[in-house]
DNA sequence: AAATCGGGCAACCGCGCGCAG
DNA sequence: CCTGCGCGCGGTTGCCCGATT
């Protein structure tokens, strides 16, 4: 039943790799291709050098040493200021996906991204003020938990003791309002994981106070969560689309609202809660899952980045630019 | 000159998903 | 249909090296 063991795993060497097991696995590669990574540390070597003996690794760690190192076309240089930006950018609609950003950069991979990140772009951003979690201003995460703490909302705690959000030290729940706060953002992370989250279908459609959606947002957050279950189908399936469009939008009506690519996140809830179906609670739910995924599969994340770099209005409408300060992440 | 510290990066680990058997 | 491996991914670890004391 099931397939034989890859490799011999008592018998496999680790850490550092040679420039003699660098070869190997670079002459198999480039005779054979990429596939079939188990086949490797038998084939490489043997092939190479009739006195050599095979690969002694893991097929695993050989992937792992191609594509992060011996794969042709990488860049091995230092990143440039418009890939610091792209990155950015793209972390706050993608989060950490860093095989998707990764390939919005040619010739750089994912390890090299995410090594980057935390090594170097993290740290930036906190210097510059910006939480590299949220990329919202810090002052504004510390106004927004010091808000929560003073303003416990009894309705919405009322509403949603059937859940409670899980507690850990990557979400404590202190910080999800500030997710909630930026719609787009709190939908656009959250599909990462398949968390199917209503948002905020009793929002304004156009307030005229953004703080007060603000207040209001923080105030209810558990609301969005206790209602899970209920989140009625006919969710557009631009929806996560149109949320990573509008991350940088913050401050204008569009962001605050959910207004985002001419569709309010408030009118598809409602739109799906006013159809037939509302009682079918854990039908619709699977059915929104099933439209966010679908929306994957149409779409292509790939496109959606793609689109999204197209959209000059992206960069907070400074017209097409680029820049740090433009894309309004900078200082 | 030696010891310590911190940053950077390569590599490993563990998990989820898809699919072969 | 079930089991378990391959693959890809994100998170984490540990080593290396330069800077500082």
Same mark, same amino acid.
């Given at each position: 039943?099931?397939?034989?063991?890859?490799?011999?795993?008592?018998?496999?060497?680790?850490?550092?790799?040679t420039a003699e097991e660098d070869a190997k696995l670079l002459a198999y590669t480039?005779?054979?291709?990429?596939?079939?990574?188990?086949?490797?540390?038998?084939?490489?070597?043997?092939?190479?050098?009739?006195?050599?003996?095979? #690969?002694?690794?893991?097929?695993?760690?050989?992937?792992?040493?191609?594509?992060?190192? #011996?794969?042709?076309? #990488?860049?091995?240089?230092?990143?440039?200021?418009?890939?610091?930006?792209?990155?950015?950018?793209?972390?706050?609609?993608?989060?950490?996906?860093?095989?998707?950003? &990764?390939?919005?950069? *040619?010739?750089?991979?994912?390890? %090299?991204?995410?090594?980057? =990140?935390?090594?170097?772009?993290?740290?930036?951003?906190?210097?510059?003020?910006?939480?590299?979690?949220?990329?919202?201003?810090?002052?504004?995460?510390?106004?927004?938990?010091?808000?929560?703490?003073?303003?416990?909302?009894?309705?919405?705690?009322?509403?949603?003791?059937?859940? +409670? *959000?899980?507690?850990?030290? $990557?979400?404590?729940?202190?910080?999800?309002?500030?997710?909630?706060?930026?719609?787009?953002?709190?939908? &656009?992370?959250?599909?990462?994981?398949?968390?199917?989250?209503? /948002?905020?279908?009793?929002?304004?459609?156009?307030?005229?106070?953004?703080?007060?959606?603000?207040?209001?947002?923080?105030?209810? =957050?558990?609301?969005? #969560? $206790?209602?899970?279950?209920?989140?009625?189908?006919?969710?557009? &399936?631009?929806?996560?689309?149109?949320?990573?469009?509008?991350?940088?939008?913050?401050?204008?009506? $569009?962001? $605050?609202?959910? /207004?985002?690519?001419?569709?309010?996140?408030?009118?598809?809830?409602?739109?799906?809660?006013?159809?037939?179906?509302?009682?079918?609670?854990?039908?619709?739910?699977? &059915?929104?899952?099933?439209?966010?995924? %679908?929306?994957?599969?149409?779409?292509? /994340?790939?496109?959606?980045?793609?689109?999204? +770099?197209?959209?000059?209005?992206?960069?907070?409408?400074?017209?097409?630019?680029?820049?740090?300060?433009?894309?309004?992440?900078?200082?």
């Amino acid at each position: 039943m099931g397939r034989p063991p890859c490799c011999d795993k008592a018998n496999v060497k680790k850490g550092p790799w040679t420039a003699e097991e660098d070869a190997k696995l670079l002459a198999y590669t480039s005779t054979h291709g990429t596939g079939n990574w188990t086949s490797v540390p038998q084939r490489a070597g043997r092939e190479i050098n009739s006195i050599s003996c095979r #690969l002694k690794r893991c097929g695993k760690s050989c992937r792992l040493r191609y594509t992060n190192y #011996l794969r042709p076309n #990488l860049k091995h240089e230092n990143f440039t200021q418009e890939e610091e930006d792209l990155i950015v950018t793209l972390h706050a609609m993608l989060g950490s996906r860093w095989s998707l950003i &990764a390939n919005q950069l *040619p010739g750089r991979t994912d390890n %090299d991204v995410k090594n980057y =990140w935390n090594t170097k772009l993290s740290k930036k951003l906190r210097q510059r003020g910006i939480d590299p979690i949220t990329h919202r201003p810090i002052a504004d995460l510390m106004h927004s938990i010091g808000t929560l703490a003073i303003r416990p909302s009894p309705a919405s705690s009322s509403n949603s003791s059937s859940y +409670l *959000p899980p507690t850990s030290a $990557a979400s404590p729940p202190a910080t999800l309002p500030v997710f909630l706060h930026d719609a787009p953002y709190f939908t &656009a992370h959250h599909h990462q994981h398949q968390v199917v989250t209503k /948002v905020d279908a009793d929002a304004p459609a156009s307030p005229v106070d953004e703080k007060q959606n603000h207040l209001h947002q923080q105030i209810n =957050w558990s609301d969005f #969560l $206790a209602d899970d279950a209920a989140a009625h189908g006919a969710v557009d &399936a631009q929806a996560p689309q149109a949320n990573a469009l509008g991350m940088y939008q913050e401050g204008s009506v $569009a962001a $605050a609202t959910g /207004v985002v690519g001419g569709r309010a996140f408030g009118d598809v809830v409602v739109d799906g809660a006013s159809g037939g179906d509302a009682d079918d609670g854990a039908g619709d739910a699977s &059915a929104f899952i099933d439209a966010i995924l %679908d929306c994957d599969k149409e779409m292509g /994340v790939d496109q959606l980045i793609a689109e999204m +770099l197209a959209d000059p209005a992206y960069y907070g409408g400074g017209g097409g630019g680029s820049s740090s300060s433009e894309m309004g992440w900078g200082c």
